[in-house]
């Protein structure tokens, strides 16, 4: 059975086991690294996707069509799991690997992005269940952290937003450095890049994945927007942030410019979750997914999407490009890295 560890019940406290998971040797590995599947949670919740669900869900059938040809897909749903809403790359567990070929996972505190839309306590558990399942050691943590907030080049550098990891509706009683802390010892990583924040429209107040991702060891595409669009000003802070960046080693990174679509907004009735009003989208090109030689890329029905995969085909030499229509997924403000969370190939399990 897995192995637990028992922490307090104060999510904003800092509390490490020892000996930690880096010292038995896990870290959290790229994502083009070969996956065992990808897990999903097909999208149910009317209040996420309202008067568009059908629509979203076809998307979605297409996209599980398409991955299948590359990576074993397994859904929530199969195993008779009851979550909240689909976003399990944010409630799911965070896998790691050891040098001995075996996998555990991490499951981190969520609360539904800072406490926004009640219930999470199913999406809570979902990390435990699926630990159980694949029979596995599971370690859990009082720190509030999603899935999506972070990204990893597997050599020990870690990507993250200070707006999302330094907001007082997830850690309020831990600082910068216990936040780091707390990360390294769990995910094998060694040094953090901090960018400032993320798209208008998030309401994850800033995940990385819809900004910045790591395509190789030492490059990291990130979009940028052109004046007069509502995410110029913070694109450009973040721009210059990894401009100057440097990785684990001290060495400077490559960094491509991905294009951003143009402003997608959608007609939000009242419902359960938000006030009625017309809303800005936070659709980017950055919130694909890398799974055994394939990049599953959203795409929107714009004249920009054909510039935003050749620039990702250049980026991601010897990979396989397979554009995703996503122009109704992203009505429940994420898209297909959102939605997903890989579970790593190993030798032992």
């Known amino acids: 059975m897995p192995a637990e560890s028992t922490n307090p019940s104060d999510e904003s406290s800092l509390f490490i086991d020892f000996p930690t998971t880096a010292e038995l040797g896990y870290r959290m590995p790229a994502e083009w690294e070969p996956h065992d599947r990808v897990w999903l949670t097909t999208p149910h919740n ?41 976003w399990i790359r944010d409630y799911g567990p965070i896998f790691v690997v050891d040098d001995r070929g075996g ?38 943590h009082d720190m509030v952290l999603e899935g999506g907030s972070i990204g990893v080049n597997g050599k020990g550098t870690l990507l993250t937003t200070e707006s999302c ?22 995910l094998g990583t060694t040094h953090v890049i901090w960018m400032a924040g993320g798209l208008e429209g998030d309401d994850t107040d800033g995940h990385m994945d819809e900004i910045a991702r790591f395509v190789s060891h030492d490059t990291i595409v990130a979009v940028r927007a052109p004046e007069g669009h509502p995410d110029h000003d913070i694109l450009e802070k973040d721009w210059q942030i990894l401009t100057s960046a440097k990785d684990q ?17 959608y007609d939000f009735p009242l419902n359960q979750q938000i006030e009625r009003g017309t809303y800005h989208l936070p659709a980017s090109y950055a919130n694909f997914l890398i799974s055994n030689g394939a990049v599953f890329v959203p795409v929107f029905g714009q004249t920009s999407d054909d510039e935003a995969l050749k620039i990702i085909d250049n980026a991601t030499p010897g990979l396989t490009i397979v554009p995703i229509r996503a122009e109704w997924i992203v009505i429940g403000r994420g898209a297909l890295h959102c939605l997903s969370q890989q579970q790593p190939a190993v030798t032992n399990t």
């Open 46 to 86: 009317p209040d996420t996707w309202p008067g568009c669900l059908d629509k979203a869900q076809a998307q979605y059938d297409n996209w599980m069509t398409q991955m299948r040809q590359f990576v074993k897909v397994q859904t929530t749903q199969e195993l008779g799991i009851k979550t909240d809403d689909s």
């Open 103 to 140: 996998l555990g996972c991490h499951s981190f505190r969520f609360n539904a992005w800072g406490r926004k839309y009640d219930p999470w306590d199913k999406d809570n558990s979902v990390p435990g269940q699926i630990a159980n399942h694949l029979n596995v050691p599971l370690w859990r």
């Open 165 to 186: 990891l330094l907001h007082d509706n997830r850690n309020p009683a831990l600082n910068r450095v216990q936040i780091e802390e707390q990360l390294h010892a769990t």
């Open 249 to 265: 080693d001290g060495q400077p990174l490559n960094i491509v410019a991905l294009p951003v679509p143009d402003p997608i907004t």
